[in-house]
């Protein structure tokens, strides 16, 4: 049982590594993976055409129970928005930078995997 972890880590990592490509083809910079706080963590903050884009990568093998985004849920929203905020503190260079919150909605094989791209899929004043 102890084994599944790694393996579960392995595939988060070459599913996030993988959205990030998904998203450089399309013109988003990566600013930092996995930026931590102490209320959570933001898999991925990219800049989008001066835009600051916080990315949660949410992947499932399939799309039962809605898939990847609609784990999304008002919880998780508010600790993204948490450690959004911490990034932007540690980072003054980006203050005055408009910014979002995309989900990646990832699926099917790790190594290959389906993306669903949720352009802001939520805003900060919902949370």
Do not use: I
């Not at 929203?77 to 932007?88: D, G, K, M």
């Amino acid at each position: 049982m102890a084994r599944a972890e790694p393996d579960r880590r392995a595939r988060g990592d070459a599913v996030e590594a993988a959205a990030r490509r998904f998203l450089e083809t399309r013109g988003l910079r990566l600013l930092a993976r996995n930026a931590h706080s102490r209320g959570g963590e933001v898999d991925l903050v990219m800049e989008d055409a001066g835009t600051v884009v916080f990315v949660e990568v949410r992947y499932r093998a399939a799309a039962g129970f809605g898939g990847g985004a609609a784990s999304v849920d008002a919880g998780k929203q508010r600790r993204l928005v948490l450690a959004a905020q911490a990034f932007l503190a540690r980072h003054p260079e980006y203050a005055d930078a408009s910014c979002r919150f995309d989900v990646v909605a990832a699926a099917g094989d790790p190594a290959a995997p389906t993306f669903d791209w949720l352009r802001d899929a939520f805003r900060a004043d919902d949370c």
